[in-house]
C-alpha cells in the first residue's frame, strides 16, 4: 500500500521557521514530480511547489524566496524548507505524489503571534 506521511507542522511566531517532510513507503519517489499544497481554512487547496525527478523546481509567486523544496530519492522523503513565515501561510500541508495521484494525510502550520 502507497503511504506519504508529512510530519514537521506546528506553531510559530512571524518570521520563524520550519521544516516539512514526507516519506514515502510502498512506492518510489525517483520518477516522479513531488509536490507541497495548503488548504488554508475556508479556502481550495492550492499547490505551493513543486520538484521534479531531475530536481527541477517551481514555486507560487507568494513564498518564492521563503521557501525551499528538495528531496532525497535515496530515503524516499521529500522537504519544505518553509522560513520568514506569516500568518498567511497558515495552513495544512499536504505532500503530493504526482505519478500515481497520492496523497499524504497532512501536517498544521500554525504562524501567529
Known amino acids: 500500500q502507497v503511504q506519504l506521511v508529512e510530519s514537521g507542522g506546528g506553531f510559530v511566531q512571524p518570521g520563524g521557521s520550519l521544516r516539512l517532510s514526507c516519506a514515502g513507503s510502498?512506492?518510489?519517489?525517483?520518477?516522479?514530480?513531488m509536490g507541497w499544497y495548503r488548504q488554508a481554512p475556508g479556502k481550495e487547496r492550492e499547490l505551493v511547489a513543486t520538484?521534479?525527478?531531475?530536481?527541477?523546481?517551481n514555486y507560487i509567486d507568494s513564498v518564492k524566496g521563503r521557501f525551499s523544496i528538495s528531496r532525497d530519492n535515496s530515503k524516499n522523503t521529500v522537504f519544505l524548507q518553509m522560513n520568514s513565515l506569516k500568518p498567511e501561510d497558515t495552513a495544512v500541508y499536504y505532500c503530493?505524489?504526482?505519478?500515481?495521484?497520492?496523497w499524504g494525510q497532512g501536517t498544521l502550520v500554525t504562524v501567529s503571534s
Open positions: 520538484i521534479s525527478s531531475s530536481g527541477g523546481t
Open positions: 510502498g512506492t518510489i519517489f525517483s520518477f516522479s514530480v
Open positions: 503530493y505524489k504526482f505519478q500515481g495521484k497520492v
